[in-house]
């Protein structure tokens, strides 16, 4: 990679710096390129610019951990913008290592790449750089997980995986019955292999017997997964305890929001942010007198969304124990109209997020009974 031989001179006003804050004040040192890399699979193109935005450098580099350390290791400090991606987490890790600034762009801000009519790697990595050199805030940086976060979030990734490919066989085998006049039996998804199985008419036994084993065995793997979350929620994020205090909030709910934020009390400000954070406040498309009413923006994680919402069900269900925030729930049920019900749902979902950081940042324990008034609950 080359450098400009006219950047050597930009250590005099750090000099002068550590001068005058002195060593309690460590400067970082001084940016002496700018890079751009579109990160593939297996190779990925960069472009390094100067402080003036000439271009004095590109090519490819595989990605890998070997040659991305051979390639930018014992180089001046840089500025390398990257997006977000499969390979994002430890490329980011990777760099900073290294002693460079990285900026992890967030995809959906980047327009200008995405519904590009000339879309190419090499012309992805031209723009990264240029807008990190332009400026950083034009790529809308996002914070990755850390290394441990990341790992102890592969347990309810997969365990996600696991509880997905199970859904599609059950519901396959119903369709396959159903397809001949029969109907299996309505049952929890933990007894649908013991019970299709003597309900399943004689002719399709043969065909649909490898898959009700399946499906017996990815129960099985399910529920090793609920142990292992538990025991993680436990003993790695004692945290999560005040969460699991919430009727209807179970350990992996309350272990999905810690790993998502990080583990890291101070990554938002306010409990408010969360709503929005994950994707469950409406989208605004509101002109002069014209409000329009959208549906949620749905950004973030899907995951952590979708156990707000089932836990959200369980709340407004005929099982959820008294609280304020479910006699709120109902009284928006209750206002009538075909998605009355939807809304309903989706705003406690969005409230939940929110009480779960509040009680994770203040590690108090929920209180049923805070903001009830005496009337009698709501039918």
Known sequence: ???????????????????????????????????????????????????????????????????????????????????????????????????????????????????????????????????????????????????????????????????????RMVTAVRGIVKSTGARLRVCSTGAFASKALADCPEPLRLALLPLLRLIQQLTAEIRLYDRMVVQKAREAYPETAPILTIPGVGPLTALTLVLLLNNDKQRLFRSRDLGSYFGLCPRQRDSGQHVSQLGITKAGDTLMRKLAVQCAHFMLGRFGKDSALRRWGLSLALRGGKNARKRAVVAVARKLVILMHRLWITQEAFDATRGLRTEPQAA
């Open 1 to 167: 990679m080359k450098t400009n031989s006219t950047l050597s001179g930009a250590s005099a006003p750090v000099s002068e710096a550590k001068q005058q804050l002195g060593d309690n004040f460590p400067v970082p040192q001084p940016i002496c390129a700018v890079v751009g890399i579109d990160l593939g699979d297996k190779q990925s193109k960069y472009r390094v610019l100067d402080l003036q935005g000439n271009l004095i450098g590109d090519g490819v580099v595989a990605t890998t951990l070997a040659a991305l350390r051979l390639l930018f290791s014992g180089k001046g400090r840089m500025r390398i913008a990257v997006e977000v991606g499969t390979h994002s987490p430890w490329v980011s890790r990777l760099l900073k290592e290294q002693g460079h600034e990285v900026i992890v762009a967030n995809p959906r801000k980047l327009r200008l790449i995405t519904e590009s009519d000339a879309k190419n790697d090499h012309a992805d990595a031209a723009l990264l750089a240029r807008l990190a050199y332009a400026g950083p805030d034009l790529l809308s940086p996002v914070q990755h997980r850390s290394a441990q976060v990341q790992y102890d979030l592969a347990v309810v990734r997969a365990r996600e995986v696991t509880v997905t490919a199970r859904a």
